[in-house]
């Protein structure tokens, strides 16, 4: 694997030593999708409201992390009216289209998530889509045997939405106290919403760079930015198996 680089912060080497529980953003972390999932929202918004497709796709950059049915209403207000039903008819649709389509993990994702969980690592995902999304997509990756906890959004349940809802059931599958999880978790996303949201649970915010900048991970609360998952392999000093 190539020589990793992180872009490091003021970090205690036993912050990084106390580390246990790792919770993975899927879309932009684990799974090359962003750029799929934005062209998907800016051709459905466009063609059933008249957005202008470049419109869309900005709004889809500019709330990346968030919840899809949270991310639609956003580029929808206030100029556009939209119902509930509505939203979740655009949703559905989104997803849909996804579903035919095989999810593509970053070239160094499997091996680096294998040696992570065969060093010991408690990992969970947390993410944004729809449940059913999130398991189609770590099952076709191959992914779906390394973590002890997926977990999707369903907007029409608070308690499983992403964000502290899905941290506290993440925290308890794991059977970690409040004091520890703040202590031995990290969270690894690729947007400034996934860095905002380790930052006010106390979780140590690792942002992999590529669909925002460093510097933007950073603004967030970025405590490590990294370009691939090698970086977490090498940063926690986990020895490659074969």
């Known amino acids: 694997m190539n020589s990793p680089s992180p872009f490091t912060s003021t970090i205690k080497p036993s912050r990084i030593r106390e580390l246990l529980v790792l919770v993975f953003d899927l879309d932009g972390t684990l799974v090359d999708s962003m750029a799929q999932h934005a062209e998907i929202f800016g051709t459905l918004l466009a063609a059933d409201f008249g957005i202008p497709k470049a419109d869309a796709l900005d709004h889809y950059r500019q709330t990346a992390g968030e919840p899809l049915a949270v991310q639609i209403r956003k ?14 008819s655009i949703a559905a649709h989104f997803v849909a289209i996804l579903c035919q389509q095989r ?3 970053f070239p160094e994702v499997p091996k680096a998530i294998r040696w992570l969980k065969e ?11 729809p449940p059913a999304l999130v398991e189609t997509k770590l099952r076709l990756s191959g992914l779906q045997k390394y973590f002890g906890l997926a977990l999707g959004t369903e907007i029409s349940r608070p308690s499983m939405v992403k964000g502290p809802a899905h941290f506290i059931i993440i925290r308890e599958h794991f059977g970690l106290s409040v004091d520890e999880f703040k202590r031995r978790g990290a969270m690894i996303g690729d947007t400034p919403h996934d ?3 380790a930052k006010s649970e106390g979780l140590l915010a690792i942002g992999r760079r590529g669909w925002c900048e460093a510097v933007d991970l ?10 691939s998952l090698e970086d977490v392999v090498a940063l926690l000093n986990v020895r490659p198996s074969h």
């Not at 580029?75 to 979740?88: C, D, G, M, R, Y």
């Not at 060093?119 to 889509?129: D, E, N, R």
């Open 218 to 227: 950073l603004n967030a609360g970025a405590d490590i930015v990294i370009k």
């Open 75 to 88: 580029a929808l207000s206030p100029t556009i009216e939209v119902t509930h039903t509505e939203i979740e």
């Open 195 to 197: 860095m905002q949201l």
């Open 119 to 129: 060093a010991g690592f408690k990992l969970a995902v947390t993410s944004g889509g």
């Open 103 to 105: 999810p593509i993990p």
